[in-house]
């Protein structure tokens, strides 16, 4: 195996998701696959020579990169790292928006076309963006054990923040704390902004959306997550996957308006 396809794999092996006792935190130490994939295939196309460089190998050791080499062939390096520019720039670039169907559930939602799907086994689905200073921005879906409407709509803010900072999250600022719909489901929906407690992704500060809804005796999970000093970028992206969200003949619930409290006073 070469040096650039061990220190590949290294990398890989260092880099994995972070796990937290209740959830994983979403793409955190991921490398951007698809970029390094791209960048490895195009190298291996380039014209061949004697002892060829490899991957990211334009390796000291190599006896064709000297100055005279180079000097005498600098039209061709030009050209090929103007070749290489080019393809990274197309490989990142927007691809049309894509529907991801799950027919195990009868849900579906639209998301960038450049995003992919991640295995995680502590997520139902995790699609991932191209990395954000060492973070992936991503949707993460996890089904749960049901828990009652009652309860789940009667859950405080406190309550919330507590179970959150017991799985992993530390910081924690509640921005928006309602109930929403998502799907034709009425929803508890919180924004919030977190410090990661644990894991590759320690220390690092999140911005989430998040969204707990029952249907067919699970509860779902899904979580929008980018670092904070992204979340300009990213939030247009996160309301157009909830708003694109449905359960296939879903039709919408009437939205649930919390309790009034009663006057004290009010009349027999």
């Not at 092996?13 to 960048?39: D, M, R």
């Not at 929803?187 to 999140?206: C, I, R």
Request: hydrophobic share 35%; with cysteine; net charge negative.
């Amino acid at each position: 195996m070469a040096r650039w396809q061990e220190e590949g794999k290294e990398l890989q092996e260092t880099a994995p998701l972070a796990t937290l006792p209740s959830f994983s935190v979403p793409g955190a130490g991921i490398f951007c696959e698809g970029v390094l994939q791209s960048v490895v295939l195009r190298l291996g196309k380039l014209p061949e020579v004697p002892q060829p460089s490899h991957g990211c190998g334009f390796a000291t050791a190599n006896p064709l990169l000297t100055k005279g080499f180079i000097m005498q062939h600098n039209k061709l390096f030009i050209s090929l790292l103007f070749c290489l520019a080019v393809s990274l720039l197309s490989g990142c670039a927007e691809k049309p928006p894509q529907t991801y169907t799950d027919t195990e559930y009868g849900f579906s939602f639209v998301h960038p076309g450049n995003w992919w799907k991640k295995s995680d086994a502590a997520s139902h689905l995790m699609l991932l963006g191209y990395s954000e200073s060492g973070y992936h921005p991503n949707i993460n879906i996890s089904l749960l054990d049901p828990i009652p409407e009652i309860f789940l709509f009667a859950m405080q803010k406190e309550q919330f923040k507590e179970s959150f900072e017991e799985g992993g999250f530390k910081n924690m600022k509640i921005i928006d704390y309602d109930i929403k719909q998502i799907g034709g489901k009425n929803a508890l929906f919180s924004h919030f902004q977190a410090t990661v407690d644990e894991g590759a992704a320690k220390g690092m500060a999140l911005e989430v959306l998040l969204y707990l809804f029952q249907h067919e005796e699970k509860t779902f999970r899904i979580m929008l997550c980018c670092r904070q000093d992204k979340i300009e970028k990213n939030r247009p992206i996160f309301d157009s996957i909830i708003s694109s969200f449905k359960f296939e003949g879903m039709q919408d619930e009437p939205p649930q308006e919390p309790e009034e409290e009663p006057e004290e006073n009010a009349e027999q």
